[in-house]
């Protein structure tokens, strides 16, 4: 067994947290603006976000995923969910698990006892990033706007995952569902796309979701 | 722009998403207390600066984050293949010498 300090980072719901979009006070903007709008947006707010990284290739790792996870290790450019929980290549050696908030201490201790001996790492990153789900009929317009990948569904089918270019920064878009997108952002950025969704899909209406 | 293929990622991306990092196939000296100041000057601080075929690495930084290898036409800047580290080029100055212009093949392509 590693020597790796692995402790409840999670403070428990008593305690006060504020998401990465906290300042922009979404739940006050619920039911505003445009009816039909064609974008609907929402912040996948507190959850567990764990960068999990290992050996592909090597079958004890992939079966120890899924032991822990019940999930197999997506090939790349993909992400693969089983009910709140989604597992998402980022590279070859690199995985991001989202888990729902307040269980990335029991899922981290689990990925640790299925992969141990293994070389692996497992990193609580959930405090460095957040989850946008955008939703609706111009949201394809929308991501057409802020980046050069093509997000045309010949191309990017729904459980496709990529990092890109994004209006002149970078994040990983995830589509979830037909009209269903998910942004995968950095926290000291959440203020800057929200600011910059705002303004690309003014044009379509933006409605907010709490 | 130039689309170009990361072998990780498996397909051609935008430029804007890659950073060119400098030679590649660098060997490092195995026992760098033993090299005298000019080898290890050499290894550290001379790069080849050549007309036409280079060996580079590039790294795929708004995507996979992962170093890879580039061979590229410093004259027409086309990138004629891509390949993971560890692995050896197909195109080389000697083969390409040898092979006529329009035999050359690559997993870039200009866009």
Known sequence: MSAINVFQQNPGAEAKAQTPLHHADLASLVGKGRNNAGVTLREKKLLGHLTLRGDGHDPAFASGVHKALGLELPVALTVVAKGETSLQWVGPDEWLLIVPGGQEFAVEQQLRNALAGLHIQVVNVSGGQTLLELQGANVRDVLMKSTSYDVHPNNFPVGKAVGTVFAKSQLVIRRTGEDTWELVIRRSFADYWWMWLQDASAEYGLSIEA | ?111
């Open chain 2, 1 to 111: 722009m130039l689309h170009i293929f990361c072998p990780h990622c498996g397909e051609l991306r935008s430029e804007e998403e890659f950073h060119a990092s400098g030679q590649a196939h660098i060997a490092r000296p195995l026992d760098p207390a033993a090299c005298s100041d000019e080898e290890w000057g050499t290894y550290m601080f001379f790069r080849d600066n050549p007309r036409g075929i280079h060996h580079e690495l590039w790294d795929h930084v708004a995507g996979c984050r992962q170093y890879f290898n580039v061979t590229r036409d410093t004259v027409t800047y086309e990138i004629l293949e891509t390949y993971k580290i560890g692995e050896k080029p197909q195109i080389t100055a000697a083969s390409k010498a040898s092979a006529a212009p329009s035999t050359v093949k690559g997993l870039g392509e200009k866009v």
